[in-house]
């Protein structure tokens, strides 16, 4: 079975830094892409970026809105994804979701986690 | 980036009722990676369809999605109460994936 489990999630003050990560078993990690998605309080989904695997170069992608600022890694030996957070705005506050895609649609979010809380405020 | 638009905002129907949601970006999505999530209250989303018509493990046929380039749509054929929830399309054919806004199928 699939499991993604995330953590690190908390307050942080504006200009601050957060590291998020996402434990992953029930599959082989290291063959597989893994995505973020968050989500603010009572709004839309937004894809935040994504890692691919190292037979794909661990190759990074990210949305506009958190380009510069929010870096994703990974270790494979760990079977753990990583959102490195920096220079945080209130906006950024949201749920944090790690996601893997289906092995039938590369670039889908076929599995989620439950998700962490990120409250950026001062 | 493209951006994706849905209509309309928010669906009220009844049970049994047929729901099709429209899903439009602002430029064309390669390949048809076109994907539809839903999500209810205090859940993860979960994946119904990829591919644009393709129904994801589990998910079932009164479940259908259509269409290509700009224009898709997700079609609910009869509405059970399970149903009601925000249904969201995604892009994925570009190097940066986007959500739409969300539609809200609601019980009228």
């Known amino acids: 079975e699939v499991q993604l489990v995330e953590s690190g999630g908390g307050l942080v003050q504006p200009g601050g830094s957060l590291k998020l990560s996402c434990a992953a078993s029930?599959?082989?990690?290291?063959?597989?892409?893994m995505h973020w998605v968050r989500q603010a309080s009572g709004k839309g989904l937004e894809w935040v970026g994504r890692?691919?695997?190292?037979?794909?170069?661990?190759?990074?992608a990210y949305a506009a809105s958190v380009k510069g600022r929010f870096t994703i890694s990974r270790d494979d030996s760990k079977n753990t994804a990583y959102l490195q957070m920096n220079s945080l705005k209130t906006e950024d506050t949201a749920v944090y979701y790690c996601?893997?895609?289906?092995?039938?649609?590369?670039?889908?979010?076929?599995?989620w986690g439950q998700g962490t809380l990120v409250t950026v405020s001062s | 980036e493209i951006v994706l638009t849905q209509s309309p905002g928010t669906l009220s129907l009844s049970p049994g009722e047929r729901a099709t949601l429209s899903c439009r970006a602002s430029q064309s999505v390669s390949s048809s990676y076109l994907a539809w999530y839903q999500q209810k209250p205090g859940q993860a989303p979960r994946l119904l369809i990829y591919?644009?018509?393709s129904r994801a493990t589990g998910i079932p046929d009164r479940f259908s999605g259509s269409g290509s380039g700009t224009d898709f749509t997700l079609t609910i054929s009869r509405l059970e109460p399970e149903d009601f929830a925000v249904y969201y399309c995604?892009?994925?054919?570009?190097?940066?994936?986007?959500f739409g806004p969300g539609t809200k199928v609601d019980i009228k």
């Open positions: 890692i691919r695997s190292k037979a794909n170069s661990y190759a990074t």
């Open positions: 996601t893997r895609p289906c092995i039938a649609a590369a670039g889908t979010n076929c599995y």
């Open positions: 995604q892009q994925y054919g570009s190097s940066r994936n986007t």
């Open positions: 029930g599959f082989t990690f290291s063959g597989s892409a």
């Open positions: 591919g644009a018509s």
